[in-house]
């Protein structure tokens, strides 16, 4: 089992930038692919960004590709997620997701799930 810790949330204006991060607990956090999903107030959640486990892969939904990547360390159990050219449609909290599964993951369904941490971009 792994529990999942996002923090980097905040207050930020429209083209600014934000780093996210999720810590995960255990020692096995190498065999589990990784995720960051996000919900806006009325909308239902939505998939991000997905990670394998070795980093060499990843994906990216269509609505944030060349502003947001997706990156982890192994070594530190952390996943990271770099939102840049933040506009406030990106307004939501955002989630930290893990499953074995790297499918499990991109498609919401993932075993693993964190509290969210608030994103606020003001226009």
């Known amino acids: 089992q792994v529990q999942l810790v996002e923090s980097g949330g905040g207050l930020v204006q429209a083209g600014g930038s934000l780093r996210l991060s999720c810590a995960a607990s255990g020692r096995t956090f190498v065999t589990y692919a990784m995720g960051w999903f996000r919900q806006a107030p009325g909308k239902e959640r939505e998939f991000v960004a997905a990670?394998?486990?070795?980093?060499?892969?990843?994906s990216l939904a269509d609505v944030v590709k060349g502003r947001f990547t997706i990156s982890r360390d192994n070594a530190k159990n952390t996943v990271a997620l770099q939102m840049n050219s933040l506009t406030p449609e990106d307004t939501a909290v955002y989630y930290c997701?893990?499953?074995?599964?790297?499918?499990?993951?991109?498609?919401?369904?993932?075993?693993?799930w964190g509290q969210g941490t608030q994103v606020t971009v003001s226009s």
């Open positions: 997701a893990a499953d074995f599964m790297g499918d499990r993951v991109r498609s919401g369904t993932g075993n693993y």
């Open positions: 990670i394998s486990r070795s980093g060499d892969t990843t």
